[in-house]
């Protein structure tokens, strides 16, 4: 039980800070993008809802936690390869068809949706990874 | 006798005495071909909102205080209608309309107070002056530096820019995704505005 909060805290301080890192990288590589979300689609920051998305992390990090408990007996092989299974797994289960439907339904750019992918694509093999590390 | 009496009485009642004539104080109009604009800034990129369309001709009017060398004005203001502003960026106009709470306040005001006498001024010189801006439904005084320059039959430009920040008028810059992506406090506004002399 102890692994598995301290992978979860663990996994979600570094997906956190993954994720400051990646939108500081993108403001400065990708200014367009960003740009885009100023776009009246998406929500003004706010007290009442900004620690959503500062904690969105852990909840990603706990939700792949229980998926990596219930099935990391089929990922096979050394870490970095689990890990890229986790990712690929998740990309192609959760964030494809939920992208799909959203860039279906929402204003937004291609671009803009094939950077959440990335990023959820992302999200998954930095956690897979740690999973594998801490309790294998 | 009743009925003259009467008819006396009601050209009395329409009677009134001749309107003595209030002298005007000199006045400027301001010309529609007069500029202003809001130079911001996000943790992105930079942004100019231009007016697409200044139609109104205020009018400044004043009086000198030759002790002061200064010129005081009167209920003088110069209007712009923020849905005017184009900011080149369809979001960031729209955030920034949002933001000054152009629904309900749909002007910028700027009220000018007093200024340095002109008669006294070389070309190129700076003159000083006060204002007080109008924005969202607050007021705020500020104290401007301007460059006047002649032009042909008494027209003149007066032409200068002001820091100011959102937090001045109680307002918050917009900010997305957490605050991540945001406008920054500081606006710089430039003015050239365009006068000519009221009557002619």
Not at chain 1, 18 to 45: C, D, Q
Not at chain 2, 35 to 60: A, K, P, V
Not at chain 2, 111 to 126: A, I, N, P, R, Y
Request: glycine residues 6%; aromatic residues 14%.
């Amino acid at each position: 039980m102890k692994k598995i909060v301290l992978s979860v805290l663990v996994a979600g301080i570094v997906l956190l800070a993954m994720s400051l890192l990646l939108i500081f990288i993108e403001i400065k590589f990708f200014p367009g993008l960003v740009e885009e979300y100023f776009s009246p689609v998406f929500r003004w920051s706010d007290t009442s809802t900004d620690w959503l998305f500062y904690t969105h992390p852990f909840v990603v990090a706990f939700a792949l936690k229980w998926f990596w408990e219930r099935y990391k007996d089929l990922f096979k092989g050394g870490d970095l390869l689990r890990a890229f299974e986790v990712a690929l797994v998740y990309g192609i289960i959760a964030m494809v068809p939920v992208l799909w439907v959203t860039y279906s339904a929402i204003d937004i750019s291609l671009g803009m949706v094939l950077t959440w992918l990335a990023y959820g694509i992302l999200q998954a093999f930095v956690a897979g990874y740690i999973f594998s590390k801490i309790n294998p | 006798m009743l009925r003259i009496l009467f008819i006396a009485l009601l050209s009395l009642g329409s009677f009134r005495p001749a309107e003595i004539p209030v002298p005007l104080s000199p006045a400027w109009v301001v010309e529609s071909g007069s500029l202003l604009n809001i130079e911001g800034s996000s943790n992105i990129n930079r942004f100019t909102c231009h007016i697409r369309q200044y139609l109104q001709s205020d009018t400044l009017r004043w009086v000198r205080d030759d002790r002061a060398k200064k010129l005081v004005f009167r209920n003088s203001a110069v209007n712009i209608d923020i849905s005017q502003f184009d900011c080149h960026q369809k979001y960031i106009t729209s955030d920034l309309r949002k933001t000054l709470r152009a629904d309900k306040y749909p002007q910028l005001r700027i009220h000018f107070l007093s200024m340095d006498d002109l008669t006294w001024v070389q070309e190129g010189q700076k003159v000083r002056g006060q204002v007080n801006i109008e924005l969202a439904g607050h007021i705020k005084r500020y104290d401007m530096e301007y460059t006047v320059i002649h032009e042909q039959g008494n027209r003149f430009r007066l032409c200068g820019s002001k820091q100011i920040l959102f937090s001045d008028f109680n307002l918050v810059p917009p900010g997305k995704l957490a605050g991540l992506v945001r406008i920054n406090q500081e606006i710089k506004v430039n003015f050239e505005l365009h006068f000519r002399p009221f009557g002619s």
